[in-house]
Each structure stands twice: as structure tokens, then as C-alpha cells.
């Protein structure tokens, strides 16, 4: 149970607090969304807890004792650096929560607004170029995190819709096409609320580049946990807290995409490397669509987004094929052209060296390159060396954490931005907790001398 289920006595959509029944109830009636249920949840609980009241005990204030309590929430949210969309949120949520409790006319509550300039950002991003995300893909440290980057970019799926796909969803298409359709549909949300925004079905597809590294992917998973299931999800979890049998049925975590994302273009030479997020790839993908020449209502469609007007009623979506025939001619990789055998060897190569591979690893790759004339018989070769490699890797680990146990510096940190400060620090992630948490360890020389510290701000 999330803390605002458990704060706000939440089941389903309706609450053991009268008022909070009625909050929840305006929004299943009007959007029935599980994202907007959590946010405005987690907002409520948090403004309860500035005030140390319930929300019964809110709606029953006078609208100037509301007014003047909701006023210092929002202030105290912009004092802390919240960013100005993220305070004015918090606002609409509590004007909605006072106003379906009563608080209408001649009660509404009064607050100030922040102002918001129309192209206001506060998190700075940068959008790679064709080339950049292709570099990021193969310097992204593995095959599934190479899968991930080229499915983010190809696809325009947002962070939370990915990691929502099971195998099954593209299990069929992946023997049959190229270009694979991939479904997106409002039961995602059983996984993340965000999974399918605004609960509209909708599609797009994986293109021949990502298909290759999709299926590189899931073969070199079977060798390593068997044959996969049609439930699992498409990208499991990496943690290594759990057994694999476990883990092999989770899915990925948020923050595991966005770390993978970041790291993929520090190591692919982005010199703005902390300003690439999943989303910069979704916004790569829609100028992809634009370049390609795709007719509006098609670009639309597959970015997930509801057409103006009368025209989603009249769009056709049933012609799956003639949108794969278009979706086909977008070039994603312009600049890339077509690789000779020799351009490929070199780019496996220089690959594993950015990647910091040790010298025998490199030098087995090597032989394996120059041992077959076409990449993809060596590969082969290849992805048994990663097998071994990964098996080794646990055994390593195993032994490394019986011998440092007592040499270890432990932290709890919260927020995914203090979690990639700390690992660019060398910390490794030891367990994601509720509440956006993290456990991190480092070795130290010294053993480490107090309890586990309280989360980093």
C-alpha cells in the first residue's frame, strides 16, 4: 500500500474520510484516472501534514482559514525550489478538493497563483541528434539497455508505457515482421498509473534497427533464465536483491530507465549528458515522424496524443498495414547509411573499449571478429563470451561482497537526481525503496563506523 492510500484510508475510489470520498469521486466521474488519483492523492496527504489536520477536519475551516493555510502550503513548495508548474499543480489539486466539498461562490478559498511563462521549464534537457542516440545505444553497457534506448526512440513510447510491455505484447509480431506493432492499452496501469495516459488505446511500432537489438536481447536472456513466459514483462528488473525467479517477473523500475537513458549518453560523449531523460527520446521520435514526411493525424497517432475535434472519431485506425508502410519510410538514422562488415567489426570493438571492457575480454572479442567474415556469426560467439562473463560477474560479486561486508559505506538518499549525483560518485544502488528512496553502498577502507544515515536531500 502507496503512503496516501494508506494516510487517506484509500479503496479503489472512495475513502474512509467523508471528504476525501468526494474528492475522488469528482475525479472518477470526470477522468477515472489512476495517475491523476495518485498525484492528487500524494498532494492532499502532503498539505494534510503541513497542517496537521484531516481532511475531514480541513473542509470544516472557514474558506479564510482554508484560503490563508492552502496560501503557505504553496509558498513553502516554492521556497523549497519546487518548480513553478509543480506549486501551481498543488494549488489546482486543493482548489478542487475545497471546492467539490462546498467551498463554491461566496466560500471559494482565495490564493494567489505563481506566475508561469508559456515556455517555462525548469528542468533544462537536450534533445540528442539521430547520431547521438545511435552512439548512445552502443555504449549503453549491455544488450537490454541497448534494446531499451533504441525502443524509446523508435517507438515514442513514454518511460512508464515501456516498461509496462510484456512479452506478449510483441512476442508474435517479432516472428513475423521487420517492423514490429506494438499495442498500447489502458491495463498498463496495473504497472505504472502512467502507463497509458488519458486511458486512450493506441499504437505504434519498433523499427528494424530496434527489432535486431530487441531480439539480441531477449536471446541472450533465454541463456541466461530459460525460456521466457508470455506475462513477463518485456524489460525485468536487474536487481540483484532478489532471486531470479522473482525478478525475472518485475517489471523495471522508473528510475532504472532514466538512469540507463543518462548513462547511455555519458558514455556515448553527450557533452549534456545529465539533461538526457527518457523523454528527450520521445521528443526525437516525433521530429523523426516530422523529417519522415508522415501525414499530421498519423504523427499524432503514434505519439498517443487525441487529434482536434471531430477528428479522432474519424481517424482510421484500424489500418494497421498501411501505417507500417509509412512508418517503414522514416528513416531514423539518416547519417548512418549502410554499415560494410569491417565498419560493424570496428564499431563492436571501439564499443566494448568505451565501455572499459578488461584487456581479455577485448582480446577474445577481437579473435571472435576476426575468426568469422560476417558480424553476425561472430555475435554469436560474442553473446556466449557475455554469458560467461555475467555468470562470472555473479560469482565475483558474491565473493566481493563476502569479503568487504565489514568495509562499506551505507546510505539512504532520496530523489532520482541525488541518486545519479551519488552514482557518478562510484556508489552502486543496493535496493529502490517506497516513496522515491534508495539504498546505496560504497567501499571503504574503514568499516563503517554508525547506523545507516537518514535519505540525502
Not at 547521438?132 to 508505457?161: D, H, P, Q, W
Not at 496501469?189 to 527489432?211: H, L, M, W
Not at 571478429?369 to 558474491?398: F, G, T
Request: proline residues 3%; aromatic residues 10%.
Amino acid at each position: 500500500m502507496r503512503a496516501w492510500e494508506s494516510f487517506l484510508k484509500v479503496s479503489d475510489w472512495s475513502s474512509g474520510f467523508e471528504s476525501v470520498s468526494i474528492y475522488l469521486g469528482h475525479f472518477k466521474r470526470k477522468i477515472r484516472s489512476e495517475g491523476t488519483k495518485e498525484l492528487s492523492c500524494d498532494v492532499l496527504m502532503r498539505f494534510c501534514k503541513f497542517t496537521g489536520r484531516n481532511p475531514d477536519e480541513l473542509v470544516r475551516l472557514s474558506p479564510g482559514e482554508a484560503s490563508k493555510l492552502v496560501q503557505g502550503y504553496v509558498d513553502s513548495l516554492a521556497d523549497k525550489g519546487q518548480s513553478i508548474r509543480t506549486v501551481n499543480v498543488a494549488l489546482t489539486f486543493l482548489r478542487t478538493f475545497f471546492r467539490v466539498n462546498g467551498f463554491k461562490g461566496g466560500r471559494e478559498i482565495e490564493v494567489e497563483r505563481f506566475f508561469q511563462p508559456s515556455r517555462y521549464r525548469k528542468r533544462s534537457e537536450y534533445i540528442p541528434t539521430a547520431d547521438e542516440i545511435f552512439r548512445m545505444a552502443y555504449a549503453a553497457g549491455s544488450a537490454k539497455n541497448k534494446a531499451m534506448v533504441f525502443c524509446l526512440y523508435t517507438s515514442g513510447l513514454r518511460n512508464s508505457t515501456l516498461r509496462g510491455l510484456r512479452y506478449r505484447d510483441v512476442a508474435a509480431e517479432l516472428e513475423r515482421y521487420e517492423v514490429v506493432k506494438v499495442p498500447v492499452y489502458p491495463e498498463m496501469k496495473q504497472v505504472d498509473p502512467r502507463a497509458c495516459k488519458g486511458n486512450i488505446p493506441y499504437y505504434s511500432f519498433f523499427s528494424k534497427e530496434t527489432v535486431v537489438a530487441l531480439k539480441e536481447y531477449l536471446n541472450e536472456r533465454r541463456s541466461l533464465f530459460g525460456e521466457i513466459e508470455a506475462d513477463e514483462p518485456l524489460f525485468a528488473s536487474t536487481s540483484s536483491n532478489v532471486p531470479s525467479e522473482v525478478r525475472r517477473r518485475t517489471h523495471a523500475k522508473r528510475n532504472t530507465l532514466d538512469l540507463v537513458v543518462k548513462r547511455a549518453a555519458k558514455r556515448g560523449g553527450i557533452e549534456r549528458w545529465r539533461e538526457v531523460h527518457p523523454h528527450c527520446l520521445r521528443k526525437a521520435f516525433d521530429s523523426a515522424l516530422r523529417n519522415g514526411g508522415l501525414d499530421v493525424k498519423d504523427q499524432e497517432f503514434l505519439m498517443g496524443h487525441i487529434l482536434m475535434g471531430a477528428q479522432d472519431t474519424y481517424y482510421d485506425k484500424t489500418k494497421v498495414e498501411v501505417l507500417r508502410q509509412k512508418y517503414t519510410k522514416v528513416n531514423f538514422f539518416p547519417d548512418r547509411g549502410d554499415l560494410t562488415e569491417d565498419s560493424r567489426k570496428r564499431q563492436i570493438l571501439d564499443t566494448a573499449k568505451i565501455l572499459g571492457y578488461p584487456e581479455d575480454r577485448i582480446r577474445r572479442i577481437e579473435e571472435a571478429l576476426a575468426k568469422y567474415e560476417h558480424v553476425d556469426d561472430a555475435l554469436e560467439q560474442i553473446k556466449k563470451l557475455n554469458v560467461e562473463s555475467y555468470k562470472e560477474q555473479d560469482v565475483q560479486e558474491n565473493r566481493r561482497k563476502e569479503l568487504h561486508s565489514s568495509k562499506r559505506q551505507v546510505r539512504i538518499i532520496k530523489g532520482a537526481q541525488t541518486l545519479v549525483r551519488f552514482m557518478n560518485d562510484g556508489w552502486d544502488l543496493v535496493k529502490e525503496l517506497a516513496d522515491d528512496k534508495f539504498v546505496m553502498q560504497k567501499n571503504s577502507e574503514e568499516s563503517m563506523s554508525g547506523p545507516i544515515s537518514g535519505w540525502t536531500e
